[in-house]
């Protein structure tokens, strides 16, 4: 089958890591990104955006397009109607998302042949969009466990409990603040900005790095805890890809899967009261209690292994693939 991946984001990880594996097993796929932001992506670039895409396919027309966040749903959207190319479009929590951005994956969402949720967690949400229920399949994020392994080299750190998450629009203030009344940890946060002033960020135990996807095994790998909030972009996939590696998951949010990924007191722990305080009481007695991360990570790894490997949700999204094509045909 010949696959169009639409994204935002350059050197989207998921889409990526999916794209390969589809090829892997025999698909044909080409991704297209452009950088339009996705809160308020410039007019003229999205333009410029669907043009190229229109120009692509007409000349060589995808069996199906797969289109990710809702500024590249759009996009496809625009683009692939005029050429009756089946559109598959994967949704994200529109929870705190700007009017805007919900008028738009309601339309993308009403028109696309089939709408992946990433967790049962979503259908409520697409279903107030007057989405089908027949229209939508439940496919969850995948990890490599082929990169993300419990064995594999480490990113040097020094004596101080490392504590990990991510964060693409500024280091979680809650997080930083927990972290600080903690005697003996550092906070490593990737592909945020730098930390904003503050005890925490003026004693040097936050630290800002960015992390290629090469080199994101490593830096997980390194850490004692990784905690997924409402911060992280999509904050199942980083969970998955701790648990692949061996390392023990908080979490703070439920969006996007998260209840479903983080199995409390399974594979880590879900704090039972919001803000600092709950995040220094379940974050100190996880790094007082190593056996307790250890059996979590033994934990992680089953799961992930039995429920979110990246082959299986590639064989699960060509089957998805496959009945938007049936039922633009028909």
Do not use: K
């Amino acid at each position: 089958m010949r696959i169009a991946m639409v994204t935002s984001v350059e050197s989207d990880l998921p889409v990526v890591d999916l794209s390969g594996a589809l090829t892997g097993s025999g698909h044909h796929v080409v991704v297209h990104s452009t950088r339009a932001a996705e809160e308020s992506g410039p007019q003229r670039q999205l333009e410029s955006f669907v043009a190229a895409l229109r120009e692509s396919w007409a000349a060589e027309p995808p069996d199906v397009v797969h289109a990710h966040r809702w500024t590249s749903g759009l996009a496809a959207m625009v683009a692939a109607r005029p050429l009756d190319i089946p559109i598959v479009h994967t949704y994200q929590d529109t929870t705190r998302a700007p009017a805007e951005r919900v008028d738009v994956e309601r339309a993308v969402c009403r028109s696309a042949a089939r709408v992946v949720a990433t967790s049962d967690d979503d259908l409520p949400a697409l279903l107030r969009l007057g989405v089908r229920r027949a229209s939508i399949a439940v496919v969850p994020y995948g990890v490599d466990w082929n990169r993300f392994t419990p064995d594999g080299p480490r990113v040097p750190r020094g004596s101080a409990h490392r504590i990990l998450t991510a964060a693409s629009h500024g280091v979680p203030r809650e997080l930083v603040a927990a972290v600080h009344a903690l005697p003996d940890a550092e906070l490593v946060v990737f592909d945020g900005p730098p930390p904003a002033a503050g005890p925490a960020a003026a004693d040097g135990r936050v630290v800002r790095v960015q992390a290629g996807p090469g080199d994101l095994p490593a830096l997980v790998r390194s850490a004692d805890i990784v905690v997924c909030g409402p911060w992280c972009d999509r904050p199942s996939i980083l969970a998955m890809q701790a648990m692949a590696c061996g390392v023990a998951v908080v979490s703070t949010t439920s969006v996007g899967g998260m209840s479903d990924v983080v199995v409390h007191r399974v594979a880590g722990m879900v704090p039972a009261q919001g803000g600092p305080g709950g995040l220094v009481r379940v974050l100190s007695g996880l790094l007082a209690d190593h056996a307790r991360r250890e059996a979590y990570a033994i934990a992680g790894i089953d799961r992930v292994l039995a429920r979110y490997g990246l082959d299986r949700v590639a064989e699960d999204i060509a089957d998805v693939y496959a009945s938007a094509v049936r039922r633009e045909g028909s």
